[in-house]
Each structure stands twice: as C-alpha cells, then as structure tokens.
C-alpha cells in the first residue's frame, strides 16, 4: 500500500494542522468532507462545494452501488468522471448505509447480503466486494474498509464480537486492496463506548497497518459527552503520523471538540440536509428560516463568509423561498452551509498554525452560550 | 404614459427583430422571459438567468401578493431588489393565475374576490389594485393591465362579454397607471377564437393607447392550429411600431410559428416545469431523461450551446440524477432548457437580421418532422 504523504504543519495542543497529499490535490486538515451521497452533493454544483473551500468530497457505495451500479460508473470513466469532481474522492465502504437503510439485512461471517431500499433488489457486500467497488470500480482516491458499525446502546460483548468482525474485515479488505498507487485505504476503529475495546481495536488496527484510521460507531445516539470521552480515549492509540478521520459527524460544536482531541477529518450530511429544510448554521448555533422573526430581515446570512449565498441574499427572501417550498432555498441554504462550515475549518487551522487553538476554541463554546442565554 | 422606445433593426416577411429599450436595459426580440413565479426562476440561479441570454423575466402578481405580500415586497425595496434580478421585469396582472388556481372565485364588474389557494385567506383584484400592485410596489418596468383569461371553449356570446370586460378594465388600468417615467404599461387582446372579436379587441385597445400589446386567452387548449389562426388574424390589427407579446406561449415550434407571425414576447413555464420533470428540449423535439436509452449516453445534451448544463454534463448523469431524484436533476434540466430556449431565440434573431428566417423556419420544422419519422 502506498500510504499518502501527511505533513503535519502545526500541532497546539492535541491539534493538528497541515495536508494530506493525494495525487489528486492537497487536503488541508482540520478537513470536512462534504457527503456527495448519489454522485451529487445535494442541491449544489460541483464548483460551488469546491469554491466553498472544500478539497474532497465523499461518495456513498451503498448508494452508488444501487443506482445507477458500480459497473455502470465504471463503464462511464469512474465516479470522479461521472460526479464532475476532479479532486480527491474518499468513498465509506457501504456498511453503514445498509445498517441504516436497507431491508432484509443478514450478517454473516462472509459478509453483509440486503435487499436495496429502492426496489428491493438483491444485493451483498463483502469486504473484497467492497473494495472492488470503491477501488476498482468506482476509482476512489481513499477506500474505506467494511466494517460492522455497532449500534447504540450496545452490551459489552456484542460491541467485542462486533469489533472482533470487523478487524477480520480489515484484515481481508487490507488483502484485497493489495498495493496501489495513488490510493489508500483507511481502518476503522469500532468497540462502542467501551475504553479497552476502543483502545484493543486501535491498537490491532495499527498493527495491521493502514493509510489513515477512522473512529467509527459514534454520532449513533451516544450524545455529545460520550463521543468525546471515546475521543479522549481512542485518538491516543493511533499514530501521530497517519490522518484520523472521525466518521459522520457532526455539528460545528462537536468538529471543534474532535479537532481539539486531535482529529484531522470530518464528513456529515448535516449541512446540506439542514439546508434543504430550511436550517442555516452560524456561530451562534443553527437558525431557522421559517421562523417569522425573518420575514422583514434584510440582513444577509454572514456577510463575512466569501460565498454568494452567505453574503449577498437577505434572511428576508431566504424565509420567503423557504416558505413557499422553492428549490432556490434549499439550494442557497445547502451552498451557505457548506461555505460556513469550511469557514469553521480554515479558521481552526489558522488558528492551530497560530498556536492560538485554545483561545479560538473557548471563544466558539462562548458565542453558543451566549446566544443560547439571550 | 412613457413608451419604452422599440427599435426594429430588421424584419423578414412578418417576423421582426430589434429591441425594446427600458431603463433597465435592452430587451432583444424576439424575446423570451423566463417565469420567475414566486420571485425565483425555479431552480436557478439568477446569474445562470442571464448568462443564458435571458434580458427580462416575468413576476406572478398572484403568487406574490399571497407570499411574500405586495406590501411587503415594497417594503424589502421592491421586487428588482428582492428577487436578486437588475434587469427589466415584466409583471402579469394576476388574473390568470386566479382563474387557474385560485378557490371561491368571484367576477363582478369591480373586479374578482377569490380565497388563496395557499392558505385560503381571502382577497380581491380590481384594475387599480393590480396596477398599483404591479407598478407601485413591486415596481415592474412593464405591467400589464387586469384582464379575464377568456376559457376555451366559450360561446361567442361569452367570449364578446368577456372581452368588452376586458376593454373596460383596460381603461381602468390606464387611469390607474397614469404617466409613468421608466414603466409602461401593455394592454390584452381577448376575443377567443372569433376573428371578428379579436379584431375589434385589438382596435379598440390600439385607440386607447398602450406601450405595448400582449395577445391572451392563448394556449388554454385551443391547440397549435388554432393558436396560429388566431395569431393570423389578430396581428395585423396591432401597430407595428410596438412590441407584440404573445402570453404563456410555449413549445420551441409555437415560439417559431408565433415569430413567424410578427410576435415579439415570449413567456412560458415550460422550460423550467418540463426540466423538473426531467424532460430536455433539442431541435428534435423533447427528450425524457428517464428513459433507459439513456442509462450509459456519455454525450451532452448539445455541445453547441454555450452553457455548462447543455454542454459539460453526459445525459447518463443526468439520468441518474433525475431516476434518483436529486435536486441536480431539476436544477440542470431548467437551467438547460432555458439556454436552449434563449439559443432559440438568438438564432431566430440572427436569421431575421440576415433575411434568413423562413430558411431557418423550414429547417426547424423539417428537424423535427425528421426526429418523428426516426
């Protein structure tokens, strides 16, 4: 495996910032991946995710892989080809969305088979079949491995066994993979919110040996408390030197938690799916655009984000659009957010280069509990 | 009242082509006016409005007087402002949209009361309140003057009815619009389908007086012959040296038969309504990008339009996005089919300016008799 070259500019604290390089482009970390579920990130062009400062993007294999098929995004040059996105792509192994979304799910030793959500169609997932579709098929930059995502609560050992399942899929994912140039594989951490399993699974990861790890399992009904105690005990077994990516989360306060433990990548659907219904994240918290407090608010979302939907549209026509269920809103809203939300990264980094984290950090949990005070 | 000054630079049998000259901007004809309904040409952009050749759009008095309110439009600083658009704005009166959506209608000389068929508030619309709807609060640069949308089919005897209605409420408006720097206002031709009527319509309007003269009642289900009859019939009885607006008309063919007639204006949902749906518009008539022809179809839509949704998308993506539903689908198929529309237009501008229409003409219609007959 050809692991990509991470260099870490600054550290401040358990934060980092600096680059992981892929041959596709430079992704500056503290990083957030917006989720580009079906080969689009919902209701915005593909030059606005990238103008909004985003250097990669991720794509869904349980999605891609039922509509319109890996073979198919093959056949039409891969999905970076087929999405228009010509930066660094990382794709999730599918595992998580056949927990989520599909029917007829049945685990085995093998794999995973389930039947799509969209037509009931048949369809498995093993961890080689997963990496043949993330790697081979559609072309990722960054593979994820198969893994169980253990569910919430969870009894000690199921969360054992479960994590157990998934370092045999890493190993196996791992075998798949094989060497390539130009892409990486990542491993994922599970033992849900038990600290040996957590630091077991760490540890057994890293000797097997990946080009990154993923904390996964978490933003599952844990709660804000418990996901960074499984940060403040997972992150330090894994390596200083590979990237640590937090999977699916979060919102802007649970990114400057996890940076502050010493994450360097984020991905959620969060603010595109807020966005479409009418939701715009700012400093002081989320704000709703139904709200009639907005109907006469000629002020724009934050006129100091340098994105067109931040900046030149009032809260006024925001509101109107999204009361009346136009397309326009949740294309602004969606747009907003995802600017908004790299903004947040760009200023922790700037802040980390700074050695100024801590100050940044405190100033943000401060903003919130003002504006929830008010 | 100020006319706008209309400038033919050339015309070719009936067809014409110059410009209407508003203070905020020229206006090509023949032109096209995309619908922006509620303050938003749905599902773009406004700068993807104009960099797709749109000089106008039209605003629905009816939607906007039930969201976000006329007042309050006047308040945010008129509709220019609000809707994010700097250049001319045509406004409809509101009455047809009454007719055609509106619950509990009611028509008396006055005007007509109906309930919102948003939230079931009631209202009315009279001539005065139209115009001061239009001219006054929103600020439109060209409003038109309340009229009934004759129904088709109608009684000769209704359709004279309706149509001296429409007269009277012609000289209501008038009043009501006075003299207005940089505004005008167009008066409706009704009649139905009777010849007699829509000419006498037409003189009886042309004395009155107007800066522009809009033919209604069309595309109500009368059907493309009839349309064209109608069309022969009335046009000769409109000045030459003022714009000729044909209202909520229609399909590519519509458009080249109405110019062909010595129509200047253009309005239509169906660009963008049809792009939701997924339907594309080509010279060879609609394209259903549902359709499985098009599951693994790597070409553009139409690599000679200059506009990125015509030219840097493969119809598989755009299948894909339409089967699954994601808002990219609608968004690129309006914005699409409106730079297909406006390259329908600048072409048949460029044909009438060379003295080559009824070439293009023959063309048009051969391309699609040829796509039929595939």
Not at 180 to 191: A, M
Not at 256 to 271: I, N, S
Request: proline share 4%.
């Amino acid at each position: 495996m050809t692991d990509f070259p991470f260099e870490i500019a600054a550290t401040d604290g358990k934060a980092r910032t600096g680059a992981l390089k892929t041959s596709r482009g430079d992704i500056r970390t503290p990083a957030f991946m917006p989720v580009g579920t079906a080969a689009t990130v919902k209701a915005l062009y593909m030059d606005q995710v990238r103008d909004a400062g985003s250097d990669i993007i991720l794509g869904n294999t349980y999605h891609l892989m039922l509509r319109p098929g890996a073979e198919r995004v093959q056949r039409l040059g891969g999905l970076h080809k087929f999405a228009g996105w010509s930066g660094p792509m990382l794709t999730d192994s599918g595992g998580f969305q056949v927990w989520s979304l599909a029917n007829l799910r049945k685990l085995t030793e093998e794999g995973v088979t389930f039947q799509s959500h969209v037509d009931g169609s048949k369809h498995s997932l093993t961890p080689e079949r997963s990496i043949e579709i993330q790697a081979d098929l559609l072309g990722s930059d960054i593979v994820m491995q198969l893994d169980e995502c253990t569910p919430f609560p969870c009894l000690r050992d199921d969360a054992r066994a479960s994590m157990e399942l998934s370092l045999r899929w890493a190993k196996r994912c791992q075998t798949a993979f094989g060497h390539r140039d130009s892409q990486t594989l990542f491993g994922i951490v599970q033992g849900s919110v038990y600290e040996d399993l957590r630091r077991e699974s760490a540890e057994r990861l890293v000797g097997l040996g990946f080009g990154g790890y993923a904390v996964g399992g978490l933003a599952v009904g844990e709660g804000f408390e418990m996901m960074c105690e499984v940060l403040d005990h997972t992150v330090p077994h894994l390596p200083k030197d590979r990237p640590r990516y937090l999977m699916g989360v979060g919102k802007p306060i649970d990114l400057v938690e996890a940076v502050a433990r010493g994450v360097d990548m984020f991905d959620c659907v969060l603010p595109t799916r807020s966005g479409r219904h009418g939701q715009a994240w700012t400093d002081t918290g989320p704000i709703n655009l139904k709200n009639a407090r907005f109907a006469e608010d000629d002020s724009p979302l934050d006129a100091s984000i340098d994105c067109p939907a931040s900046r030149d549209y009032s809260k006024a026509y925001l509101h109107h659009l999204i009361r009346c269920g136009e397309y326009l809103g949740s294309m602004l809203l969606s747009w907003h957010n995802i600017a908004y939300y790299q903004s947040l990264m760009a200023r922790m980094r700037t802040a980390i280069a700074a050695g100024e984290f801590q100050a940044f950090r405190q100033g943000f949990v401060d903003g919130l509990d003002a504006s929830k005070s008010d």
